[in-house]
């Protein structure tokens, strides 16, 4: 069965640090683009950042950069997402995904396998 856990959430104060990561099963994440996504309550779901297959290239919404960092290790079918600096308006349910690896965005429409997510909570 294809799946995606995203794990490492949790409660940070105002400047600290988390890093989440999202592991797959039933098939290989290496072959793929993945995209960490959030929803805060009441707001649309956004896109933070994005990573392609090989690991080389990135892209970060432009509330994520200078402070997360997306990377991959495909040997452990898993990628990373390194938040630092978090701020309360960093609070959100955090999803991974995964797309064909044609190229780095946002559009969930390329996005077809959603892990459950996991809760970021950035309070003091």
């Known amino acids: 069965q294809l799946q995606l856990v995203e794990s490492g959430g949790g409660l940070v104060q105002p400047g600290g640090s988390l890093r989440l990561s999202c592991a797959a099963s039933g098939f290989t994440l290496g072959y793929s683009t993945i995209g960490w996504f959030r929803q805060a309550p009441g707001k649309e779901r956004e896109g933070v950042s994005c990573i392609n297959s090989f690991g080389n290239r990135t892209y970060h919404a432009h509330s994520a950069k200078g402070r997360f960092t997306i990377s991959r290790d495909n040997a452990k079918n898993t990628v990373y997402l390194q938040m630092n600096s978090l701020k309360p308006e960093d609070t959100a349910v955090y999803y991974c995904?995964?797309?064909?690896?044609?190229?780095?965005?946002?559009?969930?429409?390329?996005?077809?396998?959603w892990g459950q997510g996991t809760q970021v909570t950035v309070s003091s």
């Open positions: 995904a995964a797309a064909p690896d044609y190229g780095l965005g946002f559009y969930e429409g390329l996005y077809a396998y």
